[in-house]
């Protein structure tokens, strides 16, 4: 029952540096969802992709890239870390456009 | 403009009475809908969806929607102190893969 598993749960960064938050899921999920938290803005919703092969712009992509590699996986990336992007991320999947979604654990993500 | 708005909050409550939850949203072709808790330092979980126009009850917890006045709520009867949480609401935009939250209505039930 790993359902949507994120890593890392825990990430310090410096500014300037670059790393890939993890993310898969093991049901058979079409779509898959990154978003990022921060207190009091909800879930603002970074890049999705509804299925294999396509990725699409949410709210806030500006400083981030994605790769859906494979229908489980789907990846984060920062290319320069930056203050700002101190988070926490999520990553979600859902079977259709109409069911609901299932979150990963979160990682807290700091850039000092 | 947000796509999705709720009451700002705090919210608090006391022990047995009723929360109410309110959320609007932008786009009027908006289908489906889904009320989400979250705990502190926890990921969401789904606590209801509903897709038609009318209230969908579960247990304790109905969801109101009225998509001609493009709101849709969330009423917690018999406010328990494990229902303190963020609540956060959900729209799914038509033609479109994208789930959008509002900022989180944060309520406490006060034993």
């Known amino acids: 029952n790993a359902g949507v598993t994120q890593t890392p749960k825990f990430q310090v960064l410096k500014t300037g540096q670059s790393m890939t938050l993890q993310c898969a899921q093991d049901?058979?999920?079409?779509?898959m969802y990154w978003y990022r938290q921060d207190p009091g803005m909800g879930l603002r919703l970074i890049y999705y992709s509804a299925s294999e092969g396509t990725t699409d712009k949410g709210e806030v992509p500006n400083g981030y890239n994605v790769s859906r590699l494979n229908k489980r996986e789907f990846s984060l990336r920062l290319e320069s870390a930056a203050p700002s992007q101190t988070s926490v991320y999520f990553c979600?999947?859902?079977?259709?456009?109409?069911?609901?979604?299932?979150f990963g654990q979160g990682t807290r993500l700091t850039v000092v | 403009q947000k796509e999705v708005e709720q009451n700002s909050g705090p919210l608090s409550v006391p022990e047995g009475a009723i929360a109410s939850l309110n959320c609007t949203y932008s786009?009027?072709?908006?289908?489906?809908f889904f009320w989400y808790r979250q705990y502190s330092g926890k990921s969401p979980e789904l606590i209801m969806f509903i897709y038609s126009n009318g209230d969908k009850e579960d247990g304790r917890f109905t969801a109101q929607l009225n998509k001609a006045s493009q709101y849709v709520s969330l009423l917690i009867r018999d406010s328990q102190p494990s229902d303190s949480a963020t609540y956060l609401c959900a729209v799914n935009y038509p033609n479109d893969y994208k789930l959008s939250f509002g900022a989180g209505t944060t309520v406490t039930v006060r034993a």
């Open positions: 979600a999947s859902r079977r259709t456009g109409n069911t609901e979604a299932f």
């Open positions: 786009d009027r072709g908006s289908q489906s």
């Open positions: 049901m058979n999920h079409n779509s």
